[in-house]
């Protein structure tokens, strides 16, 4: 069993960054894939960035504006978000993976407005 504990959200105008932070419990951590996800109202959860071997992919919606990065040491991955724009407001989920289990945050909000 992982558990996944996210933190970080919040409100930001338009332009603005943060970073989201996703510490995770288990001693094998650098051994997970990690990912974020994202949740907007009415619709499906989509991802948003993930790191699988030290290698990150993201979404095109994304690329170069958010930055996935991983600390071993501390357990944690995280999500620098820059630039964000009002259509990247939503609830952000931390994902691992672990051989075939999948195991999610409870999210954190994430809202872009004026």
């Known amino acids: 069993q992982v558990q996944l504990v996210e933190s970080g959200g919040g409100l930001v105008q338009p332009g603005g960054s943060l970073r989201l932070s996703c510490a995770a419990s288990?001693?094998?951590?650098?051994?997970?894939?990690m990912g974020w996800y994202r949740q907007a109202p009415g619709k499906q959860r989509e991802l948003v960035a993930r790191?699988?071997?030290?290698?990150?992919n993201y979404a095109d919606s994304v690329k170069g504006r958010f930055t996935i990065s991983r600390d071993n040491a501390k357990n944690t991955v995280y999500l620098q978000m820059n630039s964000l724009k009002p259509e990247d407001t939503a609830v952000y989920y931390c994902n691992a993976i672990t051989g075939s289990y999948s195991y999610w945050g409870q999210g954190t909000q994430v809202t872009v407005s004026s």
């Open positions: 288990g001693t094998l951590f650098s051994l997970y894939t």
């Open positions: 790191i699988i071997s030290g290698t990150p």
